[in-house]
C-alpha cells in the first residue's frame, strides 16, 4: 500500500446517517446502461431472476451474480436504445429484491444488494470476530484501497463537499457503514489548488467527524490539478 495509516482512538457517538441501499422486500429504483451488460451482485446465493422480455430486458444469474442487459433494436441502421423503466424481480439468498429499472446512456454499472439487516450483522460480526478495535479500521481501509467490500456491507454514494484547507478541495465521495460492528468509512477525494502536502491530521475536523479511529491518505504529496482519496473510519452508535 502506499499510504500510511494514522490510528486514533476516540469513540464519541455520531448522528445517524442516511445509505443508498438496495434492501429485500422494498420497492427499490436503480439506473443502468442502456447498451451495456449490468452486473447485481447478491449477498449469498442468486436464486432466480424474473422480468418481463416483452419490455426487452434480457438475463442470467449464475453463482452470487445477475447479468441484465436492455435489447437493443436496429432499425435500417440507426440504433435505437430502450428508454422505458421495467420491473426486475430478484430472488437472492432466499429473500426477494423488487427493483424499478431505468435504462440510461451510462456505462455498465454493477449494484450490491444488501443482505437482511440480521444476515448482515452475522455476517460482519464473524468477518471481524477476535480483531481489535484498531484493526478492525486498518481492515476496512485496507478494503476501500482496493475496493472489494464484502456485500454485507451498506455502501452509499455522496457528493458532498466540505471546506478544510484553502489548499485543496475536500469532496465526500462514499459512506460504507459495517453494520453489527459499530464502524462506518468515509472516502473523500482531494484535489489540490497548489502544491501541498496532504497529512492525516488535516482531517482530524468536526466536520469530517466527532469520533474518528483512523485516517488514510493515498498520495501525501500533490501537484496542482493532482487528486488523491482519504479514508476516515469512524466509530458509529451501533443502533444507526
Known amino acids: 500500500m502506499k499510504f500510511m495509516i494514522s490510528i486514533f482512538i476516540l469513540v464519541i457517538a455520531v448522528p445517524a446517517w442516511s445509505a443508498d441501499v438496495i434492501l429485500p422486500e422494498v420497492t427499490t429504483e436503480i439506473e443502468v446502461s442502456s447498451h451495456d451488460i449490468n452486473r447485481i451482485v447478491c449477498p449469498g446465493q442468486m436464486n ?8 426487452g430486458l434480457v438475463g442470467h444469474f449464475s453463482g452470487n451474480s445477475a447479468f441484465i442487459k436492455f435489447k437493443v433494436e436496429d432499425n435500417n441502421g440507426t440504433m435505437t436504445y430502450a428508454t422505458q423503466p421495467t420491473e426486475l424481480y430478484v430472488v437472492c439468498d432466499g429473500s426477494v429484491y423488487s427493483l424499478i429499472v431505468t435504462p440510461r446512456d451510462i456505462p455498465a454499472v454493477t449494484r450490491r444488494l444488501a443482505s437482511a439487516r440480521g444476515k448482515s450483522f452475522k455476517r460482519n460480526i464473524a468477518h471481524f470476530r477476535n480483531m481489535p478495535l484498531e484493526k478492525q479500521a486498518l481492515q476496512v481501509i485496507r478494503e476501500a484501497y482496493t475496493d472489494s467490500y464484502p456485500t454485507s456491507y451498506r455502501v452509499a454514494r455522496a457528493r458532498k463537499e466540505i471546506k478544510l484547507s484553502p489548499d485543496f478541495t475536500t469532496t465526500l465521495v462514499q459512506t460504507v457503514a459495517v453494520d453489527g460492528v459499530g464502524l462506518r468509512m ?3 477525494q482531494v484535489r489540490a489548488r497548489a502544491r501541498v502536502a496532504v497529512k492525516e491530521t488535516d482531517f482530524l475536523s468536526p466536520e469530517v467527524s466527532d469520533s474518528i479511529l483512523a485516517v488514510a491518505v ?3 504529496t500533490l501537484n496542482p490539478g493532482d487528486s488523491t482519496r482519504v479514508f476516515v473510519v469512524e466509530k458509529k452508535e451501533l443502533n444507526q
Not at 432466480?48 to 419490455?55: G, T, V, Y
Open 186 to 188: 468515509k472516502e473523500f
Open 218 to 220: 493515498e498520495d501525501h
Open 48 to 55: 432466480d431472476l424474473i422480468f418481463s422480455k416483452e419490455k
